[in-house]
C-alpha cells in the first residue's frame, strides 16, 4: 500500500489570505486525487491528476502534479471561510488510499 | 447531482448486537466499497465489492465483518458482533468505472456508536 504524507498537518488562517497544502510518497502515484471532507460528510472529490506536471484549476483552487509523479500541491488564493475543510490526498490503485489530511480553517 | 445514500445516518447499538449498515450507490455505478474512519483519524478501506463478489479487503475486514448486494440497489455492511472499537463513521463509496480516472463518490456516512 502506497503510502501519502501531507503536510501541514493543520492549518489556521485569516480569510483573504493564500495557502498551499501538500502531498507527497516515496513512490511514483499511477493517479492522485484530491478531495475535501467537511465535519460529519463523506469525502468529496475535487480533482484527478493523471500526468506529470499536469496543472488544473477549479475557481480559486490550482491543482499540481509533480513531473515525477510523487508529489502534489493545492493552492488556494484569497481563501474564505466555506474553504474550511479537511483535505485529503488519495491514490487510487486497486483501492483508493487516503493520506492524513490537512485541517483547513479560515477564519472571517 | 446523483448521490450515494446511506441509512441509518445514526446507530447506537449495545455490545457484542449485530449491526446492518445500508447504502444506495449511484444507479449506473459497477464498483462499490466501505470505508471507515474512528474519529480523529484518517479514512481507511475496509472492502471493495463487483459483480456480486468482493475484490479486495483489508486487514481490517476480518471475520465479524460481511458484505452483500442482496437487490439491485441495495449495499449492505454487516457486522456480526460489534466490539467497542467499531465506533467509527462508515462511508460507503461507489464508482462508475475501475479505473483512475475516475473518482469515487461517498455517501455522508453513518456514525456508529458500540456501548
Known amino acids: 500500500t502506497q503510502l501519502l504524507e501531507q503536510s501541514p498537518q493543520f492549518l489556521s488562517i485569516q480569510e483573504g489570505e493564500n495557502l498551499t497544502v501538500y502531498c507527497n510518497s516515496s513512490s511514483v502515484f499511477s493517479s492522485l486525487q484530491w478531495y475535501r471532507q467537511e465535519p460529519g460528510e463523506g469525502p468529496v472529490l475535487l480533482v484527478t491528476?493523471?500526468?506529470?506536471?499536469e496543472v488544473k484549476k477549479l475557481k480559486r483552487l490550482t491543482f499540481q502534479f509533480g513531473d515525477a509523479r510523487k508529489d502534489s500541491s493545492l493552492h488556494i488564493t484569497a481563501a474564505q471561510p466555506g474553504d474550511t475543510g479537511l483535505y485529503l490526498c488519495g491514490t487510487s490503485g486497486s483501492r483508493l488510499t487516503f493520506g492524513e489530511g490537512t485541517q483547513l480553517t479560515v477564519n472571517p | 447531482e446523483p448521490e450515494v445514500t446511506q441509512t441509518p445516518s445514526h446507530q447506537v447499538t449495545q455490545m457484542g448486537q449485530e449491526v446492518i449498515l445500508r447504502c444506495v450507490p449511484i444507479s449506473n455505478h459497477l464498483y462499490f466499497y466501505w470505508y471507515r474512519q474512528i474519529l480523529g483519524q484518517k479514512v481507511e478501506f475496509l472492502v471493495s465489492?463487483?459483480?456480486?463478489?468482493?475484490?479486495?479487503k483489508s486487514e481490517i475486514f476480518d471475520d465479524q465483518f460481511s458484505v452483500e448486494r442482496p437487490d439491485g440497489s441495495n449495499f449492505t455492511l454487516k457486522i456480526r458482533s460489534t466490539k467497542l472499537e467499531d465506533s467509527a463513521m462508515y462511508f460507503c463509496?461507489?464508482?462508475?468505472?475501475?479505473?483512475?480516472?475516475?473518482?469515487?463518490?461517498f455517501g455522508s456516512g453513518t456514525r456508529l456508536t458500540v456501548v
Open positions: 465489492f463487483y459483480n456480486n463478489e468482493i475484490s479486495e
Open positions: 463509496a461507489s464508482r462508475e468505472r475501475d479505473s483512475r480516472l475516475y473518482g469515487y463518490t
Open positions: 491528476v493523471v500526468t506529470g506536471g
